[in-house]
């Protein structure tokens, strides 16, 4: 539900950032790298520059918030 819910909202805001690379990556059970961000619930956006953490979003629910996030990476 949150995961769908977001989907869009994530594609549009992506629409009007270009430059940014968006990967998804499947996160549960066995599964080590979601737990190496102490990701809890999903989905979970995180900005990352140089390999560092400069911001997260857990279950966007609003398409401003997302832009903001997106925009710390300009």
């Given at each position: 539900g949150?995961?769908?819910?977001?989907?869009p909202?994530?594609?549009?805001?992506?629409t009007?950032?270009?430059?940014?690379?968006?990967?998804?990556?499947?996160?549960g059970?066995?599964?080590?790298?979601?737990?190496?961000?102490?990701?809890?619930?999903?989905?979970t956006?995180?900005?990352?520059?140089?390999?560092?953490?400069?911001?997260?979003?857990?279950?966007?629910?609003?398409?401003?918030?997302?832009?903001?996030?997106?925009?710390?990476?300009?």
């Open positions: 949150y995961c769908q819910a977001a989907a909202l994530i594609a549009q805001a992506l009007q950032h270009p430059q940014i690379r968006h990967l998804r990556i499947e996160d059970r066995g599964k080590r790298l979601g737990r190496s961000f102490n990701i809890k619930l999903w989905p956006l995180i900005a990352l520059r140089d390999g560092e953490e400069i911001g997260r979003l857990v279950r966007p629910s609003q398409h401003q918030e997302i832009r903001e996030l997106l925009a710390l990476l300009e």
